[in-house]
C-alpha cells in the first residue's frame, strides 16, 4: 500500500515536471545516445535531454527515438493507468499545431490526420466554435466490438490501438466509429517510409497500405514520461493529458486537478448520448479568448476551404 | 412414360449439346468484360484503394452495393424454390431449376465483392485464425458459408435425376467426358421407389433447412449495418426489411431469367403466361411488403427529425432525389399497378416491370450505404470533393460489370451442363406434366 502510494507521488511529479522529467528517465536507463538520431528535421518542439556524459541538450522532439514496445506487450496497458484529455474549447484558436506534431510524430501524410479541427456551431442561433477533434478512447468502443479480427483492441490504461499487422482492412471500424476518428491508408504513402523503426501499434507507426489507424495517445512518449504530441505542441494550452485515478491532467505548463477542472467549467463529453463512454472532456467554450474567426489567420488555402460548407463562413462571405 | 422423357430430351437436346454463332459471340462477350473486371482489379490491388471512389468517410460503396444485391437474389432463390417446392405449387417445375441456379450462382459471386472492398486480402485466413464472434463480420462469414453448403445440397439433390437421366440418355449424343462426369455426380440413382422415397424427403429437410438459413443469413447481413450507431443504420427494422427487399429483387430477377431462357431456348410450350402471372403475383405482394417497410422506416426518422436523421432526408430528398423516387416510389408502385391491373398483365410488361424493379432494388442499396456515409455525425470538413461526395470510378463499375458478366457466364453454362427445365419433373409426376405443358 505504502509503495503503491510512493509510485503515485512519483508519477504525479512526472507529469508535474513534464518533459525535463521524461527525459531525465531516459537518460538514468542509458539509453540517450540512442535516443538520439542524426537525422535533422524542422523543429516542432524541442525537449532537454541528458546526454551520457551528463550533459543537458535541448533536442527535436522527431529526433527522439522512443523506444517501441512489441506488438504482444502493445496489448496490455501500462500498469495503474488510466488516461483521460481535456480539451478547452474556450482557448482554442485554430493554430493547427497540435494537427501538425501528430502528423510529423507519426509519420501521416496530409490529409491523413488523427487529429481533426472541425469548425462546429450546434444551432443557427448558437456560437461557432474550434472544435479539436481526437479519437476518443471510448470505454465502450464499437470500433472494437465490430472488430472481426481483434485488430484493435481496448488497453487497461483506456487506451484503444490498432495493429496494423493484424488489421484486415474491412473498414468496419470506421463505420462503427460515430465520431469519424478513424482513417484508412488507401495507398502507400512516401510518408510511411520515413519511418526506420520497426512498427509497434504503440508507435502508431510506421503506416501499412490497406489499413485502419487513428489517434492513439502516443502511449510511447507517454512510457518515457511525456504528454502526447498534441498536448505539447498546442501554443495555446488548450489540450490537456492526464491519468484519471491520479485525478490529475496538464497540459505542460498547468496542471489541475482533473475533477475539479471538470466541475469548475462545466466539463462535458461530446455525444454523451451515443453511450460510448469517451474519455475524452471538453470544457465548453466561454469567456473566449479569441474571436472564431481569428482560427482563419493563418491557414492555407486547402485548410480554408475545408470550412466552406459551415453555416459560419457562408454567413461571413462577402 | 418413358416416351414422354425421350421427347422433352430431344427437344432440349440443342441446349444441351451444342451451342451456336450467338452463342459463342455471347460467351466471348461474357469473356471480354470478365477480362475487364480482372484488369480493374490488378489496378486496385497494384494501386491501392485509392482508385475507388471510396474515402475516409464513405468507407464502403458500390462494391458492399453489389455484394447485398447478389446475396439478395441469392436468399430469393432459395425462398422461392424452398417455398414452392414445400407448397408443391403443381406450376413451379418449369422455373425452379432457374431458381435454384440463381440461388447459388448468385450466392458465389456477392461474397466476391466484399472480398474487394477489404484492404488486405493477404490477411484473409485472419478472419479464420483470429476471427471474434463478437462481430458482425464473423457472424457473416459463419452464415453465408453455411448458407453456400446449404444450397449446394439443395441444388445438388434436385438435379440429381436429371442427372441420372443424362446418364442413362442415348437421344442426345453428348461427348463422352461428359457422359463419365454424369455418372459420377448422379452417384449411381436409378429411381429405386427406396431411393425416390429418400431423395424427396431429403429434399423436403433442405428445402425447410434453406428457407431458414436463407432468413437469418440476410437479418445477419442486414446487422452489420444497424449494430452501428449511424443514423441511416441504426433501425430496428433493418433485419426483416432486407430479408422482403432480398426476395423483392429475386422475384424480380426470376422473371427477368424466365423471359430470357424462354426466348432463347424457345420454351414457350413449357413456360407461359401462367408461370409470369405467378411470379408477378409473388413479386407484387413483395411490392407491398416492401413498400411498406420502406415507409415505416423513413417515416419515423422523419416524424421525429432527430438532427442527423433530418439530416439525412434532406440529403436523400435532395442530392438523392431521382434514385429514391425510383427505387422507392416507382421500385414499389409499378408492379402493384402492372401486376395489380388484370388488363395490363402481359408478359411482356411484367418482364418490363422486373427489369425496373431490379434497377430500383440496386438503388435502394445504394441509398441505404452511401447517403448515410455522406452525412456522419460530425459533419465532413474537407477541401477534397471525393471526401465529401462519393463516386464510383471505372474501376468499381467495370468490376460491377464483371460481377454481372460472370453471373451471366455461369448461369449460360449451367443451362448447357443441366437442362433448366427439369426434365425429371414431368415424367415423374404425370398430373404435373400435365399441368406445366398444358397450362
Avoid at chain 1, 488523427?114 to 479539436?132: A, E, G, N, R, V
Avoid at chain 2, 460491377?400 to 425429371?424: D, M, R, Y
Wanted: proline share 5%.
Amino acid at each position: 500500500m505504502k509503495e503503491q502510494s510512493k509510485n503515485k507521488s512519483t508519477r504525479r511529479e512526472f507529469l508535474k515536471q513534464g518533459l525535463v522529467a521524461g527525459a531525465g528517465i531516459a537518460a538514468g536507463t542509458g539509453l540517450i545516445s540512442s535516443l538520439l538520431d542524426a537525422r535533422t528535421s524542422e523543429s516542432v518542439e524541442k525537449v532537454k535531454v541528458m546526454t551520457t556524459d551528463g550533459q543537458i541538450r535541448e533536442v527535436d522532439i522527431a529526433q527522439l527515438k522512443l523506444p517501441r514496445v512489441s506488438r504482444e506487450e502493445s496489448h496490455y496497458g501500462i500498469p495503474g493507468r488510466k488516461f483521460v484529455m481535456v480539451i478547452d474549447l474556450a482557448k482554442c484558436k485554430n493554430a493547427r499545431k497540435c494537427v501538425e506534431a501528430c502528423q510529423k510524430g507519426h509519420h501521416l501524410p496530409k490529409g491523413q490526420e488523427f487529429m481533426k479541427i472541425y469548425l462546429l456551431q450546434d444551432s443557427d442561433k448558437t456560437s461557432p466554435y474550434w472544435f479539436p477533434k481526437p479519437c476518443f478512447h471510448c470505454d465502450n468502443p464499437l470500433c472494437v466490438s465490430v472488430c472481426p479480427v481483434g485488430a484493435t483492441y481496448k488497453r487497461s490504461d483506456g487506451i484503444v490501438l490498432v495493429d496494423n499487422e493484424r488489421c484486415i482492412g474491412c473498414k468496419f471500424c470506421m463505420t462503427g466509429c460515430p465520431y469519424s476518428s478513424r482513417v484508412f491508408a488507401w495507398k502507400h504513402y512516401p510518408e510511411f517510409d520515413e519511418d526506420k523503426e520497426p512498427y509497434s501499434p504503440e508507435a502508431g507507426s510506421p503506416g501499412k497500405e490497406g489499413t485502419v489507424s487513428k489517434c492513439d495517445f502516443c502511449p510511447d512518449l507517454i512510457r518515457v514520461g511525456k504528454v502526447p504530441y498534441c498536448v505539447s505542441a498546442c501554443p495555446m494550452g488548450v489540450i490537456y493529458f492526464g491519468d484519471i485515478d491520479e485525478d490529475t491532467v496538464t497540459n505542460g505548463t498547468d496542471t489541475f486537478q482533473f475533477s475539479q477542472l471538470i466541475k469548475d467549467r462545466a466539463g462535458y463529453r461530446y455525444l454523451e448520448n451515443l453511450g460510448t463512454r469517451p474519455c475524452v472532456y471538453y470544457l465548453p467554450p466561454v469567456d473566449r479568448q479569441y474571436d472564431v474567426s481569428l482560427g482563419f489567420g493563418d491557414l492555407n488555402e486547402e485548410i480554408k476551404n475545408r470550412y466552406n460548407e459551415t453555416p459560419y463562413v457562408k454567413k461571413h462571405k462577402p | 412414360m418413358e416416351s414422354d422423357k425421350n421427347i422433352l430430351l430431344k427437344e432440349f437436346a440443342p441446349q444441351l449439346n451444342s451451342t451456336g454463332p450467338w452463342g459463342y459471340a455471347w460467351i466471348s462477350f461474357l469473356l471480354a468484360v470478365i477480362c475487364l473486371g480482372i484488369v480493374a482489379f490488378f489496378f486496385q490491388v497494384l494501386r491501392g484503394h485509392e482508385v475507388t471512389g471510396m474515402r475516409d468517410n464513405v468507407v464502403w460503396g458500390i462494391y458492399i452495393v453489389n455484394f447485398i444485391f447478389f446475396m439478395g437474389i441469392s436468399y430469393a432463390g432459395a425462398l422461392i424454390s424452398g417455398t414452392l417446392h414445400l407448397f408443391r405449387s403443381s406450376w413451379r417445375k418449369p422455373i425452379i431449376r432457374m431458381a435454384e441456379f440463381i440461388t447459388i450462382i448468385s450466392l458465389l459471386i456477392g461474397p466476391c465483392f466484399i472480398l474487394l472492398c477489404i484492404g488486405r486480402l493477404d490477411k484473409l485466413p485472419y478472419l479464420a485464425i483470429f476471427g471474434r464472434i463478437q462481430s458482425p463480420i464473423t457472424w457473416d462469414v459463419i452464415a453465408i458459408s453455411t448458407d453456400i453448403f446449404g444450397c449446394l445440397i439443395f441444388l445438388y439433390l434436385a438435379i440429381l435425376r436429371d442427372l441420372a437421366t443424362l446418364r442413362d440418355d442415348d437421344i442426345i449424343k453428348l461427348s463422352k467426358w461428359r457422359k463419365k462426369l454424369y455418372k459420377i455426380l448422379a452417384l449411381g440413382y436409378t429411381g429405386t421407389p427406396e431411393q425416390q422415397l429418400r431423395l424427396n424427403r431429403a429434399t423436403d429437410v433442405m428445402a425447410a433447412m434453406i428457407i431458414a438459413i436463407a432468413i437469418i443469413v440476410y437479418s445477419v447481413l442486414a446487422w452489420i449495418f444497424s449494430v452501428t450507431l449511424q443514423p441511416g443504420w441504426h433501425s430496428t427494422i433493418f433485419g426483416p426489411y432486407f430479408v422482403i427487399a432480398a426476395v423483392y429483387s429475386g422475384s424480380a430477377v426470376l422473371i427477368l431469367s424466365i423471359w430470357l431462357f424462354r426466348k432463347i431456348y424457345h420454351l414457350e410450350n413449357y413456360i407461359t403466361k401462367k408461370h409470369f402471372v405467378s411470379v408477378g403475383v409473388i413479386m407484387l405482394v413483395l411490392a407491398a411488403f416492401y413498400g411498406y417497410f420502406t415507409f415505416s422506416d423513413y417515416l419515423t426518422k422523419w416524424y421525429g427529425s432527430e438532427k442527423n436523421d433530418e439530416l439525412l432526408i434532406r440529403l436523400l430528398f435532395n442530392e438523392y432525389y431521382w434514385y429514391f423516387i425510383i427505387s422507392n416510389y416507382i421500385g414499389v408502385l409499378l408492379p402493384l399497378i402492372v401486376v395489380g391491373i388484370p388488363k395490363l398483365r402481359t408478359i411482356t410488361n411484367i418482364t418490363i416491370t422486373s427489369v425496373v424493379v431490379i434497377i430500383a432494388l440496386w438503388l435502394n442499396r445504394y441509398l441505404i450505404v452511401v447517403p448515410t456515409l455522406e452525412s456522419p455525425y460530425l459533419p465532413i470538413q474537407d477541401s477534397r470533393p471525393e471526401w465529401l461526395n462519393y463516386g464510383a470510378t471505372w474501376i468499381e463499375w467495370s468490376l460491377t460489370a464483371a460481377g454481372i458478366a460472370v453471373f451471366s457466364l455461369l448461369f449460360t453454362l449451367a443451362s448447357k451442363f443441366i437442362p433448366i427445365v427439369p426434365i425429371s419433373g414431368f415424367h415423374h409426376d404425370l398430373e404435373d406434366k400435365k399441368e406445366g405443358i398444358s397450362a
